[in-house]
Nanobody
Framework: VQLQASGGGLVQAGDSLRLSCVAS????????MGWFRQGPGKEREFVAFISRNGGKSYYVDSVKGRFTISRDNTKNTVYLQMNSLKPEDTAAYYCAADFEFYSGRDYYTAPGYWGQGTQVTVSS
């Protein structure tokens, strides 16, 4: 599986962006998908997860109510709609495939596949 992320850019605080990640292959609908990010000088962190059929989604607390993850299995694409962006959202955003998130324990398995990062920079 190859993942191609796009949609990053330079925006001002309060603006919105939508990231997209297109996956190759015919097994997209069998994978849990998600987004991670890595800010300057920080470790990579989990941002959002969406289940195979899109019925369940989970977010890191810092983006709840602002970010929405969705997927279109007919287009092999997962999206991250980011609203009310803050300077602390500045990071390289990576899409990931083939992992699971267990909400009861806030635990996720290691993704099997990673896309290249797309840079999001939010100015104050």
């Amino acid at each position: 599986v190859q993942l191609q992320a796009s949609g990053g850019g330079l925006v001002q605080a309060g603006d919105s962006l939508r990231l997209s990640c297109v996956a190759s292959g015919r097994t997209f609908s069998s994978y849990g998908m998600g987004w991670f990010r890595q800010g300057p000088g920080k470790e990579r962190e989990f941002v959002a997860f969406i289940s195979r059929n899109g019925g369940k989604s989970y977010y890191v607390d810092s983006v709840k109510g602002r970010f929405t993850i969705s997927r279109d299995n007919t287009k092999n694409t997962v999206y991250l709609q980011m609203n009310s962006l803050k300077p602390e959202d500045t990071a390289a955003y990576y899409c990931a495939a083939d992992f699971e998130f267990y909400s009861g324990r806030d635990y996720y398995t290691a993704p099997g596949y990673w896309g290249q990062g797309t840079q999001v920079t939010v100015s104050s």
